[in-house]
């Protein structure tokens, strides 16, 4: 798990929930061992489809949890907690939406690697005055935080007005929707109709963020606003507040945010075409042990119907 710099304190709250990809166990003193987080029921299921990867099951089920089909179809199940993810029928079909997982995962995570530049570059660009004092033009004072009570930042408005797509934008637009094997229209149903200017402050913008990245929530939050309104300026000495100017790796972080947010809704129509293709013959885990428990003559092949339809209905509720 990787945190974005410099930290955040959600992750250590007393309801907050982590789901390791691996455990750490100790089966003879002194003997440590990592594993694959699976159930036996899991296991079981991997074997029973002749998968060779058991991490394969994790980023599935990061993928299915982004699909917005899946979104959509299991509001209720999410905003509780606890969705009922499908299992694909085929190694391959598994192998499929694992790797879509894993792109997502590559794009979540701040520590990783990726860095969308070129074509994803003019995507929250970075507009300067020219000949800038970097000391000034990279302070945020447009309103994004202000101080609560005792330690707590309360977001504020900033500045972020809206506006069309410029011409040579939409062509860009185009350019990076073909790379990703959508038309312009697909890219401006997923991004936005409109984009926003992010200022920093009277001088100095962050350009064309669209309006779906500026929008997007985690948990309930916009993720941009929200990062804004910890690093608003202040020189009040006891203020939660920034006492400085953002660093330029930091005006650059927030631009490597816009765009892997924006990857990520351009993921979307891959996403749900993973997620319907599993669909119709899709199983959950205790009808996939049951099959396991019958091949293995654990459980009678003429088990009663009604044990049969209770495992069917578990499994596919969502």
Same mark, same amino acid.
């Given at each position: 798990?990787?945190?974005?710099?410099?930290?955040?304190? @959600?992750?250590?709250?007393?309801?907050?929930?982590?789901?390791?990809?691996?455990?750490? @166990?100790?089966?003879?003193?002194?003997?440590?061992?990592?594993?694959?987080?699976?159930?036996?029921?899991?296991?079981?299921?991997?074997?029973?489809?002749?998968?060779?990867?058991?991490?394969?099951?994790?980023?599935?089920?990061?993928?299915?949890?982004?699909?917005?089909?899946?979104?959509? !179809?299991?509001?209720?199940?999410?905003?509780?907690?606890?969705?009922? =993810?499908?299992?694909?029928?085929?190694?391959?079909?598994?192998?499929?939406?694992?790797?879509?997982?894993?792109?997502?995962?590559?794009?979540?995570?701040?520590? *990783? *690697? =990726?860095?969308?530049?070129? !074509?994803?570059?003019?995507?929250?660009?970075?507009?300067?005055?020219?000949?800038?004092?970097?000391?000034?033009?990279?302070?945020?004072?447009? @309103?994004?935080?202000?101080?609560?009570?005792?330690?707590? =930042?309360?977001?504020?408005?900033?500045?972020?007005?809206?506006?069309?797509?410029?011409?040579?934008?939409? !062509?860009?637009? *185009?350019?990076?929707?073909?790379?990703?094997?959508?038309?312009?229209?697909?890219?401006?149903?997923?991004?936005?109709?409109?984009?926003?200017?992010?200022?920093?402050? @009277?001088?100095?913008?962050?350009?064309?963020?669209?309006?779906?990245?500026?929008?997007?929530?985690?948990?309930?939050?916009?993720?941009?606003?929200?990062?804004?309104?910890?690093?608003?300026?202040?020189?009040?000495?006891?203020?939660?507040?920034?006492?400085?100017?953002?660093?330029?790796?930091?005006?650059?972080?927030?631009?490597?945010?816009?765009?892997?947010?924006?990857?990520?809704?351009?993921?979307?129509? *891959?996403?749900?075409?993973?997620?319907?293709?599993?669909?119709?013959?899709?199983?959950?885990?205790?009808?996939?042990?049951?099959?396991?428990?019958?091949?293995?003559?654990?459980?009678?092949?003429?088990?009663?119907?009604?044990?049969?339809?209770?495992?069917?209905?578990?499994?596919?509720?969502?």
């Amino acid at each position: 798990m990787a945190l974005s710099p410099p930290g955040c304190s @959600g992750v250590t709250r007393r309801k907050a929930a982590h789901q390791p990809l691996f455990s750490i @166990g100790e089966p003879l003193p002194g003997k440590i061992e990592i594993r694959d987080n699976l159930t036996q029921a899991a296991t079981n299921y991997l074997l029973q489809i002749a998968c060779g990867a058991p991490t394969d099951l994790f980023f599935h089920a990061l993928s299915v949890m982004h699909s917005p089909l899946f979104r959509s !179809e299991n509001t209720g199940a999410l905003m509780s907690d606890w969705p009922r =993810i499908p299992l694909p029928a085929t190694a391959e079909l598994l192998s499929h939406s694992a790797a879509l997982g894993r792109r997502l995962a590559e794009i979540l995570d701040s520590e *990783s *690697s =990726i860095n969308l530049a070129a !074509e994803w570059s003019f995507l929250a660009a970075l507009k300067l005055p020219r000949d800038p004092d970097l000391e000034k033009a990279l302070k945020l004072t447009a @309103g994004w935080g202000h101080k609560g009570q005792g330690s707590a =930042i309360n977001p504020g408005r900033g500045l972020a007005p809206e506006r069309p797509w410029a011409e040579a934008e939409r !062509e860009k637009l *185009s350019a990076l929707a073909a790379i990703q094997s959508l038309t312009l229209a697909d890219a401006l149903t997923l991004l936005g109709e409109t984009s926003v200017d992010v200022h920093l402050n @009277g001088d100095a913008r962050w350009s064309a963020v669209p309006v779906h990245v500026w929008n997007y929530t985690l948990g309930g939050y916009q993720v941009l606003k929200k990062w804004l309104s910890y690093r608003e300026f202040t020189d009040e000495p006891t203020s939660p507040l920034l006492h400085r100017a953002l660093r330029p790796e930091e005006a650059a972080y927030f631009a490597q945010v816009v765009r892997r947010i924006a990857a990520i809704l351009l993921l979307g129509p *891959s996403l749900d075409t993973s997620y319907r293709a599993i669909l119709p013959t899709a199983t959950g885990l205790v009808e996939a042990e049951m099959a396991h428990a019958a091949s293995h003559e654990l459980l009678p092949r003429n088990a009663p119907s009604t044990v049969r339809d209770t495992s069917r209905r578990s499994s596919t509720e969502r």
